[in-house]
């Protein structure tokens, strides 16, 4: 089955930037919707931005004009993170809506049927 790897993560200084990639190991002849979340410790697991089979974005009010997600093909995805924060701190997770209609914001954790196994992102 599909297997997604998140790569990229590491320590930052508040104010800089970092960004992180997500390979598919399959491709599927489609653009599934795909997203980050991410999760801090001792915090529920929360999600950060979105992108549809179109290509339309999404994100959440924290990250809002500092993450950029993108994506170059139907397997791999991007997020690219600029004026961290100290609050960015987090494992992040890709996700993707494999296989499933995709049209829109999924923004649930249940909406997501593949994961990555997260990548840790320190700012300080």
């Known amino acids: 089955h599909v297997q997604l790897v998140e790569s990229g993560g590491g320590s930052a200084l508040a104010g800089g930037s970092v960004r992180l990639s997500c390979a598919a190991s399959e491709y599927t002849g489609s653009r599934p919707c795909m997203a980050w979340f991410r999760q801090a410790p001792g915090k529920e697991r929360e999600w950060v931005a979105g992108i549809d089979t179109t290509g339309r974005t999404n994100y959440a009010d924290a990250v809002k004009g500092r993450f950029t997600i993108s994506r170059d093909n139907a397997k791999n995805v991007y997020l690219q993170m600029i004026s961290l924060k100290p609050e960015d701190t987090a494992m992040y997770y890709c996700?993707?809506?494999?296989?499933?209609?995709?049209?829109?914001?999924?923004?649930?954790?249940?909406?997501?049927?593949?994961w990555g196994q997260g990548t840790q992102v320190t700012v300080s």
């Open positions: 996700a993707a809506r494999w296989g499933l209609y995709c049209r829109g914001t999924y923004s649930r954790q249940v909406e997501y049927n593949v």
